[in-house]
């Protein structure tokens, strides 16, 4: 894949990659002490589906870091290849239609990939 935008493809450079990377790092870290957390205090409660939260965080995060794609840029219809914080516009309608359309996919499997993570912990 090249270092530049791709419509529906790739939408994010190098720097953005890494934001999204620590993005999965802190959700999946906060995931798993909260997991910790909850697992020690003995709690079977419906707190444990709490850890929902940081593990969607986590997994959108990851999902847009693989993807070189970034699901609000993809949205609001804009591209990033240099520094974090300046953003192109998308300027052809379908090229637009393309990413909202990664994006959307993004959000699903983002928040499929969370349930099942979740439903994995309560059932511990």
Request: one cysteine or more.
């Amino acid at each position: 894949m090249s270092g530049s935008y791709q419509s529906g493809v790739c939408n994010i450079g190098p720097s953005e990659i890494a934001q999204r990377k620590k993005v999965a790092m802190a959700g999946f870290i906060s995931a798993a002490i909260f997991g910790v957390l909850v697992s020690l205090s003995g709690s079977h409660s419906p707190v444990r589906f709490a850890i929902f939260l940081p593990l969607l965080i986590g997994s959108i995060g990851l999902i847009q870091a693989r993807k070189k794609f970034c699901l609000a840029f993809g949205l609001l219809g804009v591209y990033n290849f240099g520094i974090v914080g300046r953003q192109e516009r998308v300027v052809d309608e379908f090229a637009r239609a393309a990413d909202r359309k990664v994006a959307n996919k993004i959000i699903l499997q983002s928040l499929a990939l969370a349930v099942v993570l979740t439903a994995a912990f309560v059932a511990l």
